[in-house]
């Protein structure tokens, strides 16, 4: 079965103090991993695309990378508003068609 | 730039009651689709279209509607509104299937 898991389900971090979110994944025919940003009350907003193992990307503090069972989201010297839920979500191929399968969010509280 | 455009923001209904959830996109996407976002779960595809005039069933189709007249509006029915179906409605879009989504702010739905 096609699924998508993430941890931790909730981080609290002084700010400046890094840490990596985690996306695991077991799907058949990966298209694609994404990030999304989530905050309250707000649509999930798009941060990255990954495609290929070892594949890297880079935004402001925010660094995701890609293995073949799973995904880290590094966040490097975090600030306030950082603060958010971050979405993992895969994108997976079945007899032609394609399907997305969100994960539950990891809830990230950064303290001033 | 509008983007993806849902309305209303908030909405109470009574069991039984029928709605109509708003959705339209200025961005001339092709795909456009409804997730529903409950607590501990992750987003879950309700309907989907790849065209004006084409559309299909996601995850968790039953009790809903969808038409796609044209590119822009994406509209979603609740027929006979049910507890069940208390919970945070997003619209996305993109480009073409298997690029990234575009989410609208959402509609939080109450169904008592």
């Known amino acids: 079965e096609d699924q998508v898991t993430q941890s931790p389900e909730a981080l609290r971090l002084q700010e400046g103090e890094s840490s990596s979110l985690n996306c695991s994944y077991t799907v058949s025919g990966l298209r694609g991993l994404f990030w999304y940003r989530q905050d309250p009350g707000k649509g999930p907003e798009f941060l990255f695309t990954l495609y290929s193992a070892g594949e890297e990307k880079e935004k402001e503090r925010l660094k995701a990378t890609l293995t073949k069972k799973e995904s880290f989201l590094h966040i490097t010297a975090p600030k306030p508003e950082d603060s958010a839920t971050y979405l993992c979500a895969v994108q997976a191929t079945t007899s032609g068609t394609y399907k997305y399968i969100f994960g539950t969010g990891t809830r990230l509280k950064v303290l001033a | 730039n509008a983007g993806v455009t849902q309305t209303p923001k908030f909405q109470v209904l009574k069991t039984g009651q029928s709605m109509t959830l708003q959705c339209a996109q200025d961005m001339n996407h092709e795909y456009m689709s409804w997730y529903r976002q409950d607590p501990g779960m992750g987003l879950r595809l309700i309907h989907y279209?790849?065209?004006?005039?084409?559309?299909d069933q996601g995850e968790v189709p039953n009790g809903y509607n969808v038409s796609r007249s044209t590119t822009e509006d994406f509209p979603l029915r609740l027929l006979s509104a049910a507890p069940s179906q208390t919970s945070v409605y997003f619209c996305a879009s993109s480009s073409r299937r298997g690029e990234k989504l575009f989410f609208g702010s959402g509609t939080q739905l109450s169904v008592l």
């Open positions: 279209s790849v065209g004006a005039g084409i559309t």
